[in-house]
């Protein structure tokens, strides 16, 4: 398995080459355990865990390997075992937060070109839900696609094709049906030699029904969505990178039960463009889209230009960011203190 197979390109072979002279080896995160991580190199494929001095050093979660991540390593081919020394910078992360009240980053998959955003033509198709996705993925710095799939179950596909268009403006929309073998040659673009796809999505969207179809045989367990309301069981428990024998690598992913956002400030203004072009245009320059005379948000609500739902969730998504920031940024400076004090108590145990 040489590095180009697995992602390698000059970004990071230029990242890489200080420490290519102190004579360390590099590899690519495949599956992480507790603790451990699973990792593809030239050399072959290892069990690896963090150096002392790396989790001596890490502040946050995003300071650990990822699947996906390119890393420093020490091997030992006669064990099958490496010892990771360092993570080179990500050209592209996609990041949730942590389900629960707690404000941590969840790292879903690093070093991503392209993320397929599946979604099921059934009774769990959901727009805003979409556009929850759509903001995240552009904010990760990969190229989002979106997936319409079990396109078989759906008697009107032009119409939630025109729906799905509504929000994801400049996103390629290919609806297909894994399990009927229909529209697959629609993403043969997208995978070829050093490309990386993440596969994401809610449970029972099709996602693993897809990953065998792309890899050619059955790898995934596939289980039924509950009667009543298409909604999916979890068969994908773990995120893995698969290496696609006609082309690309695939970074396969569990069913999301919520997609809480991280950081996305930048894909915001992405995702809704449309709707902060027309603020651009409000009479006054402060105008917050409330009852102000000559707002021109209010008015393509008004006249229809644009879909009332949409904005609430623009603005919906809006405070659940700025919440976030104010959490992270107490979260940091907690973060910051524990790490001064710690250093400050290994220095008082030094100097006695």
Known sequence: MNLKT?????????????????GFDVGRIALEHKKLYRVFSEQGEFLAEVSGKMRFNALEREDYPAVGDWVVISARPEEQKATIHGLLPRKSKFSRKVAGLTTEEQIVASNVDTIFLVNALNADFNIRRIERYILSAWESGANPVIILSKADLCKDIEKKIAEVESVALGVPILPISAEKNTGLNLLTPYLYEGQTIALLGSSGVGKSTLTNALIGHQRQAVKEVREGDDRGRHTTTHRELIVLEKGGILIDT??????QLWEADEGLSQSFSDIESLAENCKFRDCIHKNEPGCAVLNAISNGTLNSDRYYNYVKLQKELAYLQRKESQHATLAEKAKWKQLSNNQKKIKY
């Not at 697995?6 to 102190?22: A, D, I, P, R």
């Not at 569990?254 to 997609?259: D, K, N, S, V, Y």
Request: net charge negative; glycine share 8%; no cysteine.
């Open 6 to 22: 697995l992602g390698w390109n000059k970004f990071f072979e230029e990242e890489f080459l200080n420490y290519k002279e102190q």
């Open 254 to 259: 569990p069913g999301m039960r919520e997609l």
